[in-house]
């Protein structure tokens, strides 16, 4: 008969305990792909957030396929989800708040009131604001959710807004076709929404002559809250492809690198966002190269309607290390107040 060994005693391992960050993610959702929550709900928790994701729309897969099928939720829907069940039945509280496409103008209209009230109620809440209305010049979505958009903005307490080019035009009334143009309308920004406490342009491009036939895709950021009162901006090699998800993916880390686990670190917007675009790049890069391996036909196509965030998950890792393929580079203008 074999003789069991003694039991061993453990030392119990002290581990630091970090507060675990809950964010309420509002957006849409595809069952196959990563956009919307789907993009932003895996680089959150594999970077320690609890994440409440509240669907707006329930899609097959992007439209960008060509064919899809789903439905969009009514506004009673979200609200009800939101308002009794989250809110005032299991009242939950969260860090930070995340709303993106959001499916007519009375949900978004409800949704911004409700998000709008909690957030006076606990000042810690930040909320966090894609402006979803359009791309390259194009709306899309109803004109009539343009001023809702710009009411929210106005009478709320938004720590970021994270607009496109085009998103940033509509909200400043400013085309944005220069540097010059762009401080513009971050000039124009914070006069007319003075309480958003950070403004990020996510994506610009601007003419190209023939003399710098290189393309770039610019970034800027705003402060309002920094004594310095400086806009940076960054410009990134533009990748030739178009991908979808990628927005959803670049707030979702932008909003990890703005809300730190300790309250009380300060955070330097520039560079939390340069570390974002750094990640984002790499990651693009990676999807890119992935979809070549996998469909060849991809080349001709430069159409990338699936991030590769599971084959990209150690990128997402805080503790990785992203090298710098490109500067970070400060307009000249001293200040915007």
């Not at 309002?224 to 880390?253: C, E, M, Q």
Request: proline share 5%; glycine share 6%; charged share 25%.
């Amino acid at each position: 008969m074999t003789k069991l060994k003694e039991p061993v005693e453990f030392e119990e391992i002290s581990r630091p305990k970090t507060r675990t960050r809950r964010v309420l993610s509002i957006q849409s959702h595809v069952v196959h792909g990563y956009v919307g929550n789907k993009a932003a709900t895996f680089p959150l928790q594999y970077r320690s957030w609890d994440v409440d994701a509240l669907n707006t729309v329930q899609f097959s897969n992007h439209p960008g396929y060509g064919s899809f099928s789903g439905f969009r939720s009514k506004a009673g829907d979200i609200d009800d989800i939101l308002e009794k069940g989250l809110l005032n039945g299991l009242h939950m509280k969260y860090d930070a708040v995340m709303i993106g496409y959001l499916p007519c103008v009375e949900s978004l209209k409800i949704t911004g009131q409700r998000i709008g009230a909690l957030c006076r109620q606990d000042p810690q809440i930040k909320w966090i604001l894609d402006p979803v209305l359009g791309d390259n010049g194009k709306l899309y979505v109803a004109e009539e959710i343009v001023p809702i958009y710009k009411k929210i903005l106005q009478n709320s307490g938004v720590f970021l807004v994270t607009p496109n080019q085009f998103e940033m035009e509509i909200l400043t009334d400013v085309k944005i076709d220069s540097l010059d143009a762009l401080w513009t309308s971050f000039e124009q920004f914070h006069q007319k929404y003075p309480k958003v406490d950070k403004i990020v342009v996510t994506s610009l491009e601007f003419p190209v002559s023939q003399e710098h036939a290189e393309r770039y895709i610019y970034s800027a950021c705003y402060d309002t809250t920094a004594t310095s009162g400086r806009i940076n901006y960054f410009k990134v090699p533009k990748i030739d492809a178009h991908f979808s998800g990628s927005g959803d993916l670049f707030n979702a880390l932008l909003l990890d690198l703005v809300l730190p686990v300790d309250y009380t670190e300060s955070i330097d917007l520039p560079n939390t966002l340069w570390t974002v675009l750094l990640l984002v790049d790499k990651i693009l890069r990676r999807t890119l190269q992935l979809s070549y391996s996998q469909d060849p036909s991809t080349k001709s196509s430069v159409v990338i309607n699936d991030l590769k965030l599971i084959q990209c998950q150690e990128l997402l890792d805080p503790s990785c290390q992203i090298e710098e393929p490109f500067n970070a580079i400060k307009m000249p203008q001293e200040s915007i107040k």
